[in-house]
């Protein structure tokens, strides 16, 4: 089962380039994420941009934090597997550093780096490497003349404070601006970026900064960005979770799946169980997700799992793989037609064995 149109009319926006990536004006919506090893650890970080490249990353952000993040650069841009942001603050050295050892893309805030005369020459640099830069603001770096007067952080000090931002590079004629604007707080996160896209039309990064850990965090996240990419705001996202970089991309590319903003791998589908449940759904359901989290369908497939007689035939002849529970058994559907009936104990790996057939058919 395909995926239907996306319902959600994307912001038109300038177009940039990062790395070979197009991102703004249409194009297709990037996953970003970060890696959180120390990045002068050659290897260690090249193992994680190695990982996120696998789990479907399209775009790595790495600290450059000191000279010896900076001295590492060449050698992980060598070996890259995606392309790379260099995130810098305060030493504007670094970011010139950043650009002549070949990165793809800057993370800065112009104002935080010291003088115009430094921001122009980290500008100059980049417009001369063809390399875009972000702006991020998060509510946490607010800067303090801006919450004093706005009593706090609010959606127009964020927005102020990045519009601020971008002038200072504008003024230096660069242009190939990207701008970030992320609280803790969903209400203040979906009203900055809302605001920003009615005031410009830079491409916006989103996400929910500081989200959290594990359900809460991915709850925040998916609320967030869902709200956002209904309004068609977000030309790249992150998934901000505290722990390993790889879960956030793949709760980004679900988000964005689940919208028909991007291709599904697996769409699985269960149903929530009832008191005529008589098979063990969820866990049925979690051992096919996990058995094939490694598994990428060449296109879009849907798996269901349902637990009775009512829903169960009907949505499970509906998806590509689907079986329908009964009284500890289970009839298997492939495309709408009915393989047989099987025992709970064989549900699973029934299903398993087709699924990882139909992974391979075109």
């Known amino acids: 089962m395909l995926n239907p149109a996306p319902l959600f009319p994307r912001r038109r926006t300038r177009r940039l380039n990062l790395g070979g990536i197009a991102i703004g004006d249409g194009a297709p919506i990037s996953i970003q994420s970060m890696t959180n090893s120390k990045t002068a650890d050659v290897a260690g970080s090249l193992a994680q941009l190695q990982a996120l490249a696998a789990a479907g990353c399209d775009i790595a952000r790495m600290t450059v934090n000191d000279e010896a993040a900076a ?3 060449p050698a992980i841009i060598a070996n890259k597997p995606l392309p790379l942001v260099a995130d810098i603050h305060f030493d504007y050295r670094l970011a010139l550093a950043a650009v002549e050892a070949g990165i793809d893309g800057l993370r800065i805030n112009p104002g935080n780096i ?6 122009r020459e980290v500008a100059a640099a980049c417009k001369a490497a ?3 830069i972000r702006i991020g603001v998060n ?6 003349e801006l919450r004093q007067r706005y009593g706090g952080v609010c959606a127009e000090a964020l927005v102020e404070s990045a519009l601020r931002h971008a002038d200072m590079l504008e003024q230096e004629g660069f242009t190939d601006i990207k701008i970030s604007l992320k609280s803790s707080d969903l209400p203040t996160t979906i009203a900055a970026c809302r605001l920003l896209a009615e005031k410009t039309d830079y491409p916006q990064h989103i996400g929910v900064t500081e989200a959290g850990v ?3 965090g991915r709850l925040k996240s998916a609320m967030g960005l869902a709200a956002l990419l209904a309004d068609g705001i977000g030309d790249t996202l992150r998934v901000s979770l505290s722990g390993e970089p790889v879960q956030e ?18 769409n699985f589908v269960s149903c929530p169980t009832c008191g005529r449940t008589d098979i063990d759904v969820e866990g049925i359901a979690l051992e096919v997700q996990r058995r094939l989290k490694d598994v990428e369908p060449k296109r879009p497939r849907t798996i269901a799992v349902m637990g009775c007689v009512v829903n169960g035939p009907g949505e499970a002849q509906e998806a590509d793989l689907g079986l329908a529970g009964g009284k500890g058994c289970g009839l298997l559907f492939a495309k709408g037609e009915t393989i047989g009936k099987f025992s709970e104990a064989q549900l699973v790996d029934e299903l398993i064995a087709r699924a990882l057939i139909l992974a391979e058919e075109e």
């Open 71 to 73: 001295a590492a650069l």
């Open 114 to 119: 010291g003088s115009q005369q430094k921001v």
């Open 130 to 132: 063809g390399i875009p």
């Open 139 to 144: 509510g946490g770096s607010l800067e303090k």
């Open 214 to 216: 594990a359900e809460r």
């Open 249 to 266: 991309v793949h709760l980004a590319k679900q988000i964005l799946a689940d919208l028909g903003l991007r291709p599904a791998g697996w």
